[in-house]
């Protein structure tokens, strides 16, 4: 078997081992060329055993699924079996498991859904596969804190018609009870071992261990939900019948879990008593008429008070897209300003700024709900600041400071701040530098008051002094996401300056602080794109300097970058062409040229989309096809620079014979 620091194949250097059991090991190597990490599962063909070893290859190599390795290399080496697959890096679920702070509720149902996409189209192969396998140790949580499958070690395709399975396998506690006797295992042999897997990671105790049980896991921890107690019950019935019956049943009681709390169904319980009480109240009379709408006045803003309550929590525990269905469910009952006002500080925490314009124009403003409310003006401020649409972020942030019927309480630095910072980006350093006045006058906020004028010197291109008075503002108040973000945009402005002496250290600095924020707030779209243009910027200046292995790296976070963005819905035609780039410089040429299609779907007239294609035509030399784009690119006539660049390329195609 290979070793530490030996070659495989002449390419790939092994780094480290990732694990090992009794079939064989998993190492971590790296592929000299490029730099690529892989890991590499060296099987031992000589071991006896009833499983087919060479399944897991075989299975693999049929699988294309974001969240399953791919296998990109099989070598056979004497009596060991080398497969090379994606490398996901991060934590196995089960290390996770022993830091509390990871396996919340919210994170645990999250990385549930997920696994069970996975299942889903696992089990909608055909033949179906069957993983068998589902334990904390086969999942690996990324660094973008998804859940990834691993190990198809012990999967089988499902035979319709065979009633019993020939191995006896999977992992003591975690297999379902069907595997330890002679039944065949179907897709709810899965949905048992995720079950346990979930109950481990949501609990911290293991099936192996005390109490050897699986309890309800509300009497382990009462802050867990009534629904995913009532799920992972379900999940793990000794008999296959009372279970789930797919994985997409499974994800559908996963995607309505409020539904299965005790507030819920009550309400609904109440709704159909109430709906009987007017019928008999019909044929009783008035009296009993008016004691039903009595009755469902009160249990209306009972349940909408619940629902308030509801949303508040999920709000407080950043799960925003619970929070919003909690508020939606309440509109139902009730529509009010609180409600309105609510729901947009949800998309507001989304960086939905756009949608949160349009909902309160639509809810509150035009509606005339809460006229001269100083929140309501200052979300929409802090919405159109955003966005970068100043002159309205001045005017709402000025509405706001108007003592009217809303309280900004906390709100108040914010709202001071940011006028301040428009006023700046508006040119107007007069006004700028009086509510700063006014903000250092009346707050103890000397956080907030470097940071201004870190904004203000950085509108001036005064690099020097921004770079001061923001490391202050940083210092006075670590985590703060715009304080870290102002810093690194710093840093990137004085490299476009052209600090040529310390640019590798200011990219360094900056990606830093972007990653930091990041971590703060993983959904925040202007963090997740400078930070892909970043990385890319950065790349490229490696690259420059042959340092190809360091440039490699970050085109790869560059793309998961962009990844992320287009994860959260922002199919942008920009991320799309940025993403096809990025693919290119990394050899990956299939995907490459997926992306670019994808752009051009969007807009075919296009000029950078049109450009960047025909470049990477050119490269696959696929000439007339290039020429097309090319052609494509000067007739749209958009940009000179792109049109400059399509015109040469066309000459050299010419030149060289390659088009007619």
């Not at 507030?263 to 044929?283: D, H, M, P, T």
């Not at 929070?323 to 609180?338: D, I, P, R, V, W």
């Not at 349009?358 to 955003?386: R, S």
Request: glycine share 6%.
């Amino acid at each position: 078997m290979i070793k530490i620091n030996e070659v495989l194949d002449g390419k790939y250097r092994i780094i480290e081992i990732l694990g090992k059991g009794g079939m064989g090991s998993v190492f971590l190597a790296e592929n000299m060329k490029v730099g690529n990490l892989w890991a590499i599962k060296a099987i031992d063909l000589s071991y006896n055993t009833e499983v087919n070893l060479l399944a897991e290859p075989e299975m693999l190599k049929k699988l294309n699924h974001p969240n399953l390795p791919r296998i990109v290399d099989i070598i056979h080496e004497g009596q060991y079996l080398y497969i090379v697959e994606d490398y996901f890096e991060g934590e196995t679920l089960q290390d996770l498991i022993k830091d509390s702070d990871w396996c919340t509720e919210s994170n645990i149902i999250k990385w549930a859904k997920q696994l069970c996409d996975i299942l889903i189209y696992l089990h909608n192969m055909n033949p179906a596969i069957i993983y068998r396998d589902m334990k904390p140790g086969n999942i690996i949580i990324d660094t973008e804190m998804n859940a990834r499958l691993i190990d198809f070690g012990v999967a089988r395709e499902y035979k319709e018609g065979q009633s019993t399975d020939t191995t006896l396998i999977g992992t003591k506690g975690y297999a379902a009870p069907e595997q330890y006797g002679t039944n065949q295992t179907d897709a709810r042999t899965d949905i048992y071992s995720l079950g346990v897997t979930l109950y481990h990671a949501i609990t911290g105790k293991g099936p192996n261990e005390p109490p050897y049980e699986l309890v309800p896991v509300r009497q382990l921890n009462k802050n867990l939900s009534e629904g995913i107690e009532t799920i992972l019950l379900k999940c793990t019935r000794n008999d296959p019948e009372d279970r789930y019956q797919s994985a997409e049943e499974l994800l559908d009681a996963l995607e309505n879990i409020h539904k299965l709390n005790k507030a819920y169904k009550q309400s609904r319980l109440k709704r159909k008593l109430i709906i009987a009480g007017v019928s008999i109240g019909i044929l009783g009379g008035a009296f009993a008429v008016n004691e039903v709408m009595l009755l469902q006045a009160s249990e209306k803003a009972e349940q909408y008070q619940a629902y308030l309550e509801e949303g508040f929590n999920y709000y407080n525990e950043e799960n925003y897209d619970a929070a919003e269905e909690a508020f939606l469910n309440a509109q139902e009952l009730n529509e009010t300003g609180e409600l309105f006002l609510n729901q947009a500080k949800v998309f507001l925490a989304r960086n939905e700024n756009e949608r949160v314009t349009e909902y309160l124009q639509a809810k509150v403003i035009n509606e005339g709900i809460l006229q001269d409310n100083n929140e309501v003006h200052y979300l929409m401020g802090t919405a159109f600041f955003n966005l970068g649409d100043y002159e309205k972020s001045i005017w709402y942030f000025n509405e706001a400071l108007k003592d009217n019927t809303g309280s900004l309480g906390n709100n108040l630095v914010n709202v001071y701040r940011d006028l301040a910072v428009s006023y700046g980006r508006v040119s107007d350093y007069d006004k700028a530098e009086e509510i700063l006045a006014q903000l250092t006058a009346e707050n103890d906020t000397d956080h907030v008051s470097h940071y201004v004028k870190g904004e203000l010197m950085i509108i001036q291109q005064r690099y020097d002094e921004a770079l001061a008075e923001l490391i202050r503002a940083n210092q006075l108040e670590s985590g703060n996401t715009r304080f870290m973000m102002s810093l690194a945009n710093v840093y990137l402005r004085m490299i476009r300056q052209g600090n040529a002496e310390n640019t590798e250290e200011y990219y360094q600095k900056a990606i830093e602080l972007l990653v930091n924020t990041e971590q703060l707030d993983p959904n925040n779209i202007t963090v997740l794109n400078l930070s892909g243009q970043t990385y890319y910027d950065f790349g490229l200046y490696l690259e420059n300097r042959n340092q190809d292995n360091q440039a490699q790296v970050m085109f790869e976070s560059a793309t998961a970058s962009f990844s992320k963005l287009l994860d959260l819905g922002i199919n942008d035609i920009n991320v799309l062409i940025n993403q096809g780039i990025l693919y290119d410089k990394l050899n990956k040429m299939q995907q490459a040229e997926e992306y670019y299609k994808r752009a051009l779907e969007q807009n075919e007239n296009h000029s950078r989309g049109n450009l960047v294609y025909g470049l990477f035509l050119l490269k696959k030399q696929e000439y007339n096809l290039a020429h097309t784009h090319f052609q494509k690119t000067i007739d749209i006539n958009d940009n000179p620079g792109e049109v400059s660049v399509a015109q040469e390329r066309i000459t050299e195609l010419r030149e060289k014979g390659w088009i007619n």
